[in-house]
C-alpha cells in the first residue's frame, strides 16, 4: 500500500538549516504530484512547496528564498531543504501525494492531496 514517511526534523538553532526527505512506497513521485506542509499548534495546516510530475515547483511566500523542495526519481523520495530557519518555522513538518494532475497553485490546497505523512518534527530555538 501507498506510505509516506518523513524524516530530517530536529532541533536547530535560528539562522540553521535542515532537509527533510520523504520516502515513498507503493507510489511512484516521477508520476505524482507533491508537496510540504506544516501545521502548528492552533494553526491551520499551511502548504509551503509543491511540485508536479514535470519537476515545475511553486513555494509560498512565508518560505520562498529560505526553503526549496526537490525530488530524487531514482531514489522515489521528495526534499525539503531549510535555511536561515526562524522560531516561527517551529511545526510539524508533513509531505503529500496527490494521484490526479493539479495545477501547482491549487497543490498548495492540502484537500488535494490523497495520501500523507505521519510528519516529522521541526524546533527552531532564539
Known amino acids: 500500500q501507498v506510505q509516506l514517511v518523513e524524516s530530517g526534523g530536529g532541533s536547530v538553532q535560528a539562522g540553521g538549516s535542515l532537509r527533510l526527505s520523504c520516502a515513498a512506497s507503493?507510489?511512484?513521485?516521477?508520476?505524482?504530484?507533491m508537496g510540504w506542509f506544516r501545521q502548528a499548534p492552533g494553526n491551520r495546516r499551511e502548504g509551503l512547496a509543491v511540485?508536479?510530475?514535470?519537476?515545475?515547483?511553486l513555494h509560498s511566500h512565508s518560505v520562498k528564498g529560505r526553503f526549496t523542495i526537490s525530488k530524487d526519481n531514482a531514489k522515489n523520495c521528495l526534499y525539503l531543504q531549510m535555511n536561515s530557519l526562524t522560531p516561527e518555522d517551529t511545526a510539524m513538518y508533513y509531505c503529500?501525494?496527490?494521484?490526479?494532475?493539479?495545477?501547482?497553485?491549487?497543490?498548495?490546497?492540502?484537500?488535494?492531496?490523497?495520501?500523507w505523512g505521519q510528519g516529522t518534527q521541526v524546533t527552531v530555538s532564539s
Open positions: 511540485i508536479d510530475s514535470s519537476g515545475d515547483t
Open positions: 503529500a501525494a496527490a494521484d490526479r494532475p493539479y495545477s501547482l497553485w491549487l497543490l498548495l490546497n492540502s484537500h488535494v492531496y490523497n495520501y
Open positions: 507503493g507510489y511512484p513521485v516521477d508520476s505524482a504530484c
